[in-house]
Antibody, heavy 119, light 107 residues
């Protein structure tokens, strides 16, 4: 059974970078699917941030394109989110998820990592 | 970006009740509409893909329908574990976008 687990700092200062790791077990991230980041803001709005494909290509939400980077370490079966120049508006719960491009649904999710941006 | 208007934002309901949640897209999305459930502990579960296809393991009391710009999720008879947040999400065009969510609460 696939499992995804987010990890990283829960508090980031404004103007700094937010970095999160998604550790995947039960499936090899180079075998298929795309690997996504989604966030949920206080107040329940959800935003798709982007993904890294099983071949390593990336696709980002244009609203974040100049600040976001998604990378991976295939040896550790992990993928990463970096969001630069954060503000308090980036305070959210960050989820990693597997995207099934056949059914076009995110079919497995991590439990989420809460990140607060505050000085 | 395609805007998704989800209604209602909250819905009090009783065990055994039939409920329907609606989602309207700002333009036609050709049935590329998914539904997700988020439990109070934060865990997110996919329910339905491509308007009406149940994800593996999802109970048959859940169903989806719709076309064009208007879509809905119906739960035929509420069970205790169904009280949660529900989100629609379109993927007809990038970036994928979500509705604002519906909180299903016990009346």
């Amino acid at each position: 059974e696939i499992q995804l687990q987010e990890s990283g700092p829960g508090l980031v200062k404004p103007s700094q970078s937010l970095s999160l790791t998604c550790s995947v077990t039960g499936y090899t991230i180079t075998s298929g699917y795309d690997w996504s980041w989604i966030r949920k803001f206080p107040g329940n709005k959800m935003e798709w941030m982007g993904y890294i494909s099983n071949s390593g290509s990336t696709n980002y939400n244009p609203s974040l394109k100049i600040r976001i980077s998604i990378t991976r370490d295939t040896s550790k079966n992990q993928f990463f989110l970096q969001l630069n120049s954060v503000t308090t508006e980036d305070t959210a719960t960050y989820y990693c998820a597997r995207f099934d491009y056949y059914s076009n649904i995110m079919d497995a999710w991590g439990q989420g990592a809460s990140v607060t941006v505050s000085s | 970006d395609i805007q998704m208007t989800q209604t209602p934002s909250s819905m009090p309901a009783s065990l055994g009740e039939r409920v329907t949640i609606s989602c309207r897209a700002s333009q036609g999305i050709s049935n590329y509409l998914n539904w997700y459930q988020q439990k109070p502990d934060g865990t997110i579960k996919p329910l339905i893909y491509y308007t009406s296809n149940l994800q593996s393991g999802v109970p048959s009391r859940f169903s989806g329908s719709g076309s064009g710009t208007d879509y809905s999720l119906t739960i035929s008879s509420l069970e205790p574990e169904d009280f949660a947040m529900y989100y629609c999400q379109q993927y007809d065009s990038s970036p994928p976008t979500f509705g604002a969510g519906t909180k299903l609460e016990l009346k």
